[in-house]
């Protein structure tokens, strides 16, 4: 596909499970973003791939949280012993060059919901 | 602390006229700025930019206005369509993007 695909779609967990949300970006796209985006908020930043290395993981709220490309392609954002406050839209985006100020494309995101 | 403010939650503008959605921030250190336009169950699409160094930037119906003295940029939209109804996000950046919470826009027939 011509876009930045994220699967799945929703995901519903029981409190304590772990998760792992997938993002595949745009073909030959060096940068890859997560986003966490909580109900009536604004994306917030997770972390930052350039190619198959995390330059920037500032972003993740928990040592729980964990992200991979290993490949510089496809990247997995893993939640363990999910909470309830894990709760919220987790958006992907990708940009054509290895800079943080081009324009980047986002995925549809994941609904998770943690029970 | 909210480093990129959308004050107003939702707008509701008539066809035909100028929608203005508004945004404050207050990093000094934010050097490009960025408009998104989202969708019901889509991700954010990018509209619009401009970098520091610029007061304005137009694109067709969009332009951004930046007060760098103000922290202060606006997106004006016209004539405003019933297609530019969705949730309009602006966003800053000196290392990561910082968005704002967002603002609602409903156009109106």
């Known amino acids: 596909g011509a876009g930045v695909s994220q699967s799945p779609r929703y995901k519903v967990a029981k409190r304590g499970q772990d998760v792992a949300l997938r993002c595949d970006p745009i073909?030959?796209?060096?940068?890859l973003f997560w986003y966490q985006q909580a109900l009536g908020q604004g994306p917030e930043f997770l972390t930052y791939?350039?190619?198959?290395?995390?330059?920037?993981k500032s972003g993740l709220p928990s040592d729980r949280f964990f992200a991979e490309r290993p490949e510089g392609s496809v990247s997995t954002l893993k939640i363990q012993r999910t909470q309830q406050e894990d709760s919220a839209v987790y958006l992907c985006?990708?940009?054509?060059?290895?800079?943080?100020?081009?324009?980047?494309?986002f995925g549809p995101g994941t609904r998770l919901t943690v029970l | 602390d909210q480093q990129v403010k959308q004050n107003s939650p939702s707008l509701s503008v008539q066809e035909g006229r100028i929608s203005i959605l508004n945004c404050d921030y207050t990093n000094s250190m934010f050097d490009y700025f960025l408009w998104y336009k989202k969708y019901p169950a889509e991700g954010p699409t990018f509209l619009i930019s401009i970098s520091s160094i610029k007061d304005k930037n137009e694109d067709g119906r969009f332009t951004v206005f930046l007060n760098k003295s103000a922290k202060h940029l606006s997106l004006h939209i016209v004539p405003s369509q019933p297609g530019d109804s969705a949730v309009y996000f602006c966003?800053?950046?000196?290392?990561?993007?910082?968005f704002g919470q967002g603002t609602r826009l409903t156009i109106n027939p």
């Open positions: 985006a990708s940009s054509l060059e290895g800079t943080l100020f081009n324009e980047q494309f």
């Open positions: 966003a800053a950046s000196a290392l990561e993007l910082v």
């Open positions: 791939f350039q190619n198959e290395a995390q330059l920037d």
């Open positions: 073909s030959g796209h060096v940068s």
